[in-house]
């Protein structure tokens, strides 16, 4: 391996690191500063020797570095603690609730995929038409347009008014249809409208009007040569916004009384269940971070200038 890969293997490495590290701080001080849990466990009438011995039990009464250096220490050992509220392993509360969240936005960026994809070329091989106009008109109000909102409009019109799907929970494969067409909408937009930019410039490129006078069929030019040029930019951002509704779906979980991640954490920030709060936001980040350095090793092995 070359002297500069690995330079930049291990810059690479080293940013991910830092923002790991960075994420997991702010994560320990935003529990700090949310209040004694002390209280909600208690009760408001608790006497002040009964919420100092649970101090000393969670460990609060020790001092903030030495609180900030146990959880640290905590979280690179696989030790991600234990519930207030609960009083269950986070890991395994984590592990109970991550197939429902993983179920929903894999059906949401599958949606978003299967939609966002074709739109976007259809708008870039008609560019300046009414099909290009239409669907970026399309893509610009599925990044507009609130999640929560459009989730509770899906519930008035589909569950109330019409009956035909159900408002919330899970359970059958019809529960999984609102949630996921809610979830799908902002990736759906973005993907939309990065496959409108990077098919524009690919068709816009020699080697197209090469294919072209060549005599090769309008679709393979679209879908042999310039998509297939056009697909880093799509990937990448696929990735992305997987990890970003793995760690964010917390107002479509809320709206569908969804039982997973977002629904957990929620339920944690109304608690004060920071040791919770705690594990959930580091299992987001290391998710983060992972989708991140899996799109740089797909960089790597497509794009050998960036090896």
Same mark, same amino acid.
């Given at each position: 391996?070359?002297?500069?890969t690995?330079?930049?293997v291990?810059g690479? $490495?080293a940013a991910?690191?830092?923002s /790991?590290?960075?994420? #997991?701080?702010?994560?320990f001080?935003?529990?700090?500063l ?5 209280a909600?466990?208690? =009760?408001?009438?608790?006497?002040e020797? &009964?919420?100092?011995?649970l101090?000393?039990?969670?460990g609060?009464? #020790?001092?903030l570095? $030495?609180?900030? +250096?146990?959880?640290?220490?905590? $979280?690179f050992? =696989?030790?991600?603690?234990? @519930?207030?509220?609960?009083?269950q392993?986070?890991?395994s509360?984590? !592990?109970d609730?991550l197939?429902f969240?993983?179920? #929903?936005?894999? !059906?949401?960026?599958? #949606?978003?995929?299967?939609?966002g994809?074709?739109?976007g070329v259809l708008?870039?091989?008609?560019e300046g038409t009414?099909?290009?106009r239409?669907?970026?008109t399309?893509?610009l ?5 609130? +999640?929560?909102w459009?989730?509770?409009? /899906?519930?008035?019109?589909?569950a109330?008014?019409l =009956?035909w799907?159900?408002?919330?929970? @899970? ?6 249809i609102?949630p996921?067409l809610?979830m ?5 937009a973005?993907i939309?409208?990065?496959?409108r930019a @990077? ?5 816009a ?7 072209r006078?060549?005599g090769?069929?309008?679709r393979?030019?679209?879908?042999r040569?310039?998509f297939?040029n056009s697909m880093?930019p799509?990937?990448?951002i696929?990735?992305l916004q997987?990890?970003?509704l793995?760690?964010g779906? $917390? ?6 009384s ?5 629904q957990? !954490?929620l339920?944690?920030? &109304?608690?004060?269940d920071?040791p919770? +709060?705690?594990?959930i936001?580091v299992?987001?980040?290391l998710?983060?971070?992972?989708l ?8 790597s092995?497509v794009?050998?200038?960036v090896?």
């Amino acid at each position: 391996m070359k002297a500069s890969t690995v330079r930049r293997v291990g810059g690479r $490495v080293a940013a991910l690191f830092a923002s /790991l590290l960075i994420a #997991l701080s702010l994560a320990f001080l935003l529990g700090r500063l949310s209040g004694d849990p002390t209280a909600t466990i208690l =009760g408001p009438m608790a006497p002040e020797e &009964q919420r100092e011995a649970l101090r000393q039990e969670l460990g609060l009464d #020790l001092p903030l570095v $030495v609180q900030y +250096v146990n959880y640290l220490k905590g $979280v690179f050992t =696989g030790d991600l603690g234990q @519930s207030l509220q609960f009083y269950q392993s986070n890991t395994s509360m984590i !592990a109970d609730r991550l197939p429902f969240t993983l179920q #929903l936005v894999a !059906a949401g960026m599958a #949606l978003a995929v299967l939609v966002g994809v074709p739109l976007g070329v259809l708008a870039a091989t008609r560019e300046g038409t009414w099909w290009d106009r239409g669907a970026s008109t399309l893509a610009l109000l599925g990044q507009s347009v609130p +999640v929560f909102w459009f989730g509770m409009m /899906l519930v008035a019109l589909f569950a109330v008014n019409l =009956g035909w799907l159900p408002a919330g929970q @899970s359970g059958t494969p019809r529960h999984l249809i609102l949630p996921a067409l809610t979830m799908s909408v902002y990736p759906m937009a973005h993907i939309a409208r990065l496959t409108r930019a @990077s098919m524009s410039e690919a068709l816009a490129e020699p080697y197209i009007d090469s294919a072209r006078a060549r005599g090769l069929s309008r679709r393979r030019v679209v879908w042999r040569h310039a998509f297939k040029n056009s697909m880093m930019p799509i990937l990448t951002i696929v990735v992305l916004q997987t990890g970003i509704l793995l760690s964010g779906a $917390v107002a479509v979980e809320y709206v569908y009384s969804w039982p997973g991640l977002g629904q957990l !954490a929620l339920q944690a920030i &109304q608690f004060r269940d920071f040791p919770l +709060v705690q594990a959930i936001v580091v299992f987001g980040a290391l998710t983060f971070v992972m989708l991140n350095l899996f799109v740089d090793v797909i960089h790597s092995v497509v794009d050998p200038r960036v090896r």
